[in-house]
Every structure is written in structure tokens, then in C-alpha cells.
């Protein structure tokens, strides 16, 4: 069984800097792309960043500039620095990925539990 495990989330004042780190669990599978989302209340869920396989990475506007998503394939990994931090910026945070299990042609779609960011004086 394969899981995403999310840390790194917590309470932070304006112009703070977080790193929210993301780990698969498990054996017999790929990770083809992985991202985060997040979704803030009463809102939904959107995309922050995503990184392929080879390291391409695609942000979304409102965060360009300030969060930077990297990936450690070895160690099936993803990470995502965030700086600049703004009140807007508060949502729960939750990783994705898209795998392929060994001798499955299918794709499956993981989420992780997600992880709290608040931004806050």
C-alpha cells in the first residue's frame, strides 16, 4: 500500500518561511508527477505547484517567486519552500502524486492528509 506522508505545516507570522516536505511510503510503484495543493476555507482546492519525473516544475501565479517545489526521486520525496509568506497564504496544504503500480498499466492519484499552514501576527 502506497501513502503520502505530509509534515511540516505550522503557524508563521508575515514574510516567514515554511518547508513542507512530502514522503511516499510503500514498495512496487512509480512516481510519475507530484505536487501541492492547497485549499483555504470556504474555498477550493487548487493547485500550488507540481514537479514530472525529470524535474519540470509549473507553479501558479500567486506563488511564483516565493515557493519553489523540488523532488529527491531516490528517496521518492518532494519538498516545497515557502517564503514571502502572506495572510492569503493559510490553507492546508496537501501533496499529490500520480503513480503507476508495477505490472498495472492504470494511473492512480494519492493525496496526503494534509498539513496546516497559518499565517499570522
Known amino acids: 500500500q502506497v501513502q503520502l506522508v505530509e509534515s511540516g505545516g505550522g503557524l508563521v507570522q508575515p514574510g516567514g518561511s515554511l518547508r513542507l516536505s512530502c514522503a511516499a511510503t510503500?514498495?512496487?510503484?512509480?512516481?510519475?508527477?507530484m505536487g501541492w495543493y492547497r485549499q483555504a476555507p470556504g474555498k477550493q482546492r487548487e493547485l500550488v505547484a507540481s514537479?514530472?519525473?525529470?524535474?519540470?516544475?509549473n507553479s501558479a501565479t500567486s506563488v511564483k517567486g516565493r515557493f519553489s517545489i523540488s523532488r529527491d526521486t531516490a528517496k521518492d520525496s518532494m519538498h516545497l519552500q515557502i517564503d514571502k509568506l502572506k495572510s492569503e497564504d493559510t490553507a492546508i496544504y496537501y501533496c499529490?502524486?500520480?503513480?503507476?503500480?508495477?505490472?498495472?498499466?492504470?494511473?492512480?492519484?494519492?493525496w496526503g492528509q494534509g498539513t496546516q499552514v497559518t499565517v499570522s501576527s
Open positions: 499529490n502524486a500520480d503513480i503507476t503500480k508495477w505490472g498495472d498499466p492504470r494511473t492512480y492519484t494519492l
Open positions: 510503500g514498495s512496487g510503484y512509480n512516481i510519475n508527477v
Open positions: 514537479i514530472t519525473s525529470g524535474g519540470a516544475t
